[in-house]
């Protein structure tokens, strides 16, 4: 697609690694609640805010990465 298009890759690295780390870190929120409430039993007063906090950081990861090359003509959103 960037033979095609002709025109220069204009993304952020910076917002992409931010993005990176957020959506690794809401991953691992997220699993580590799925293990506390299957392997240990905890209840939903624990396991909740491991879920809220993941779902946050998987959203916030998806909007830096969008920030990230949202508007590169190279890397479409499409």
């Known amino acids: 697609m960037a033979k095609a298009a002709g025109k220069r890759c ?3 690295p910076g917002w992409l690694i931010v993005a990176v780390i957020l ?3 809401g991953l691992y929120a ?3 609640g799925f293990s506390a409430q299957f392997q240990l039993g905890a209840g939903a ?3 909740l ?3 809220f906090v993941g779902i946050l950081l998987v959203v916030f990861g998806k909007i830096t990465k969008w920030k ?3 508007t590169c003509p190279v890397h479409s959103m499409r």
């Open 30 to 32: 997220l699993v580590a």
């Open 49 to 51: 805010p491991w879920y």
């Open 10 to 12: 204009n993304c952020n």
């Open 23 to 25: 959506l690794t870190l």
């Open 68 to 70: 990230s090359h949202g």
């Open 45 to 47: 007063s624990t396991v």
